[in-house]
């Protein structure tokens, strides 16, 4: 079966496999003892960290292995901004950076500190300019991943950091999906990753501190790993993801070529096999592996389940796949449509036919779920019919894509210049009734409050 999600979790790496099994005969003692199989699990944790700081660009003091990628980064944000406290109390991160990011700076926030969300454009960038806006002389610590792990774009680090630089504030970068394609460029100051985004088990993340910059660890301290992570050091889980982080390194440009062939492949080729889709992410920077689009009419939960009994694996941002009910913060930033949602993140190592049979199986997977929802069949262009000027909807109660569905439906019932008014209440309306506007050339009005749920009013100019 086809696992198309390495973005959530790579298959672990052979060498990774090789590497854990060895180290659980040769580094289950203390790091920390005198006696020779402490000397021999030092000797072993030493190499990795050479390893892993190779790998990453930085002095092997400068880092320290942490409990999960989600740890590295909530350490990293806590220590630096406690480290920072003189300066201010000021946190800049991106609209569409991981959770963990956002939930640390939720916290923060909570606090009594100050946040401000830099925006995105439709694909899913961040400019320099706008971190270079954000910046206050309050600053303590900015934050932005080195790529996203939803659409794959991958953002400008070296022009964020410099901007950075010249202000005096540190910038913690989120190399999880990254790190394992290639060091991540600028003059950073904090990194954190994730040994399972490239192929190393999990429960092993990285945060590297660069020397000079001010950071001061939160909570209970004890002296393993600089004090920056406490607890006995999991040994074998990372001895196996350093050598793994070296083993994909060195398969990484070779395969980066291979995945980034079937990728274009995909992006070009669903729009042609499926009407009404959206490819969204920057169409040049972007990560090898990942592809994400988004079907109008779907229910994005059904579709992964249809594509599940296909036999593939994949993810989605859909709201309706979402324990929120609320769309993937990362599509609603870009402002793109999030029904039907899809995201390929392609390990390494995927053939060329699996590819191909996903293609395949696509365009009937998606047509059976329009069907089970009353989807409009055609999508080609309304015919100008008399009709009255404005129409109502109702679709208060009902989850997208029904909202969407229905005014797709009715549509054609206004003449050109009349209206259509969509009364729902749930959340991804906001987003992805404006995005089916853009997407079958209809004017978005706006929203007007209403009695029952919202009113997303939108003209017929087509």
Same mark, same amino acid.
Request: charged share 25%; aromatic share 4%.
């Given at each position: 079966?086809?696992?198309?999600?390495?973005?959530?979790?790579?298959?672990?790496?052979?060498?990774?496999?090789?590497?854990?099994?060895?180290?659980?005969?040769?580094?289950?003692?203390?790091?920390?003892?005198?006696?020779?199989?402490?000397?021999?699990?030092?000797?072993?944790?030493?190499?990795?960290?050479?390893?892993?700081?190779?790998?990453?660009?930085?002095?092997?003091?400068?880092?320290?292995?942490?409990?999960?990628?989600?740890?590295?980064?909530?350490?990293?944000?806590?220590?630096?901004?406690?480290?920072?406290?003189?300066?201010?109390?000021?946190?800049?991160?991106?609209?569409?950076?991981?959770?963990?990011?956002?939930?640390?700076?939720?916290?923060?926030?909570?606090?009594?500190?100050?946040?401000?969300?830099? %925006?995105?454009?439709?694909?899913?960038?961040?400019?320099?300019?706008?971190? *270079? =806006?954000? /910046? &206050?002389?309050?600053? !303590?610590? +900015?934050?932005?991943?080195?790529?996203?792990?939803?659409?794959?774009?991958?953002?400008?680090?070296?022009?964020?950091?410099?901007?950075?630089?010249?202000?005096?504030?540190?910038?913690?970068?989120?190399?999880?999906?990254?790190?394992?394609?290639?060091?991540?460029?600028?003059?950073?100051?904090?990194?954190?990753?994730?040994?399972?985004?490239?192929?190393?088990?999990?429960?092993?993340?990285?945060?590297?501190?660069?020397?000079?910059?001010?950071?001061?660890?939160?909570?209970?301290?004890?002296?393993?790993?600089?004090?920056? %992570?406490?607890?006995?050091?999991?040994?074998?889980?990372?001895?196996?993801? *350093? =050598?793994? /982080? &070296?083993?994909?390194? !060195?398969? +990484?440009?070779?395969?980066?070529?291979?995945?980034?062939?079937?990728?274009?492949?995909?992006?070009?080729?669903?729009?042609?096999?499926?009407?009404?889709?959206?490819?969204?992410?920057?169409?040049?920077?972007?990560?090898?592996?990942?592809?994400?689009?988004?079907?109008?009419?779907?229910?994005?939960?059904?579709?992964?389940?249809?594509?599940?009994?296909?036999?593939?694996?994949?993810?989605?941002?859909?709201?309706?796949?979402?324990?929120?009910?609320?769309?993937?913060?990362?599509?609603?930033?870009?402002?793109?449509?999030?029904?039907?949602?899809?995201?390929?993140?392609?390990?390494?190592?995927?053939?060329?036919?699996?590819?191909?049979?996903?293609?395949?199986?696509?365009?009937?997977?998606?047509?059976?779920?329009?069907?089970?929802?009353?989807?409009?069949?055609?999508?080609?262009?309304?015919?100008?019919?008399?009709?009255?000027?404005?129409?109502?909807?109702?679709?208060?109660?009902?989850?997208?894509?029904?909202?969407?569905?229905?005014?797709?439906?009715?549509?054609?019932?206004?003449?050109?210049?009349?209206?259509?008014?969509?009364?729902?209440?749930?959340?991804?309306?906001?987003?992805?009734?404006?995005?089916?506007?853009?997407?079958?050339?209809?004017?978005?009005?706006?929203?007007?409050?209403?009695?029952?749920?919202?009113?997303?009013?939108?003209?017929?100019?087509?």
């Amino acid at each position: 079966m086809p696992y198309f999600d390495a973005a959530s979790g790579a298959p672990l790496h052979p060498v990774a496999r090789q590497a854990l099994m060895a180290s659980l005969d040769e580094g289950w003692a203390d790091p920390a003892r005198l006696y020779r199989e402490g000397r021999r699990a030092r000797l072993l944790l030493d190499a990795a960290r050479e390893a892993a700081a190779e790998a990453v660009g930085c002095r092997a003091d400068e880092l320290v292995f942490t409990s999960s990628g989600t740890r590295a980064v909530h350490s990293g944000i806590a220590g630096a901004l406690a480290g920072r406290r003189r300066a201010g109390h000021h946190l800049i991160v991106s609209a569409v950076e991981h959770s963990s990011v956002l939930h640390a700076a939720e916290v923060h926030q909570a606090g009594g500190g100050s946040v401000t969300e830099v %925006a995105v454009d439709r694909t899913g960038v961040v400019s320099p300019s706008g971190y *270079a =806006a954000a /910046l &206050r002389q309050d600053t !303590a610590l +900015a934050c932005l991943q080195s790529a996203n792990h939803e659409v794959g774009t991958v953002q400008p680090v070296a022009g964020v950091a410099e901007a950075c630089r010249a202000a005096g504030v540190p910038l913690l970068v989120d190399a999880a999906q990254s790190l394992g394609w290639g060091p991540v460029e600028g003059d950073w100051s904090l990194l954190a990753a994730s040994a399972h985004k490239w192929g190393g088990p999990s429960g092993v993340g990285l945060l590297v501190v660069r020397k000079g910059v001010r950071f001061a660890p939160q909570g209970p301290r004890d002296e393993r790993e600089s004090g920056r %992570a406490a607890g006995f050091e999991n040994l074998p889980a990372i001895v196996a993801a *350093a =050598a793994s /982080l &070296r083993a994909v390194r !060195a398969e +990484a440009a070779e395969e980066a070529v291979r995945l980034r062939e079937l990728t274009e492949r995909i992006r070009a080729r669903v729009p042609r096999l499926v009407p009404d889709v959206e490819v969204v992410g920057d169409p040049e920077r972007r990560l090898p592996g990942i592809v994400t689009f988004s079907c109008l009419y779907v229910d994005g939960e059904t579709l992964l389940h249809e594509l599940d009994r296909a036999g593939f694996s994949v993810s989605s941002g859909s709201s309706c796949t979402s324990s929120t009910l609320t769309p993937s913060h990362v599509l609603r930033a870009m402002g793109v449509l999030s029904e039907g949602n899809v995201r390929l993140s392609l390990p390494p190592g995927t053939r060329e036919e699996d590819v191909e049979r996903f293609l395949s199986v696509l365009p009937e997977v998606v047509a059976g779920v329009r069907e089970k929802l009353g989807a409009p069949v055609s999508a080609g262009p309304v015919p100008a019919e008399e009709g009255d000027e404005a129409l109502v909807v109702d679709a208060v109660g009902r989850r997208c894509p029904i909202p969407v569905i229905e005014l797709a439906k009715v549509i054609g019932d206004v003449p050109l210049g009349g209206t259509v008014r969509v009364l729902a209440d749930d959340e991804a309306a906001r987003l992805d009734i404006p995005a089916w506007c853009e997407m079958r050339g209809q004017e978005y009005v706006g929203e007007e409050p209403a009695d029952r749920g919202t009113a997303y009013v939108v003209r017929r100019v087509g």
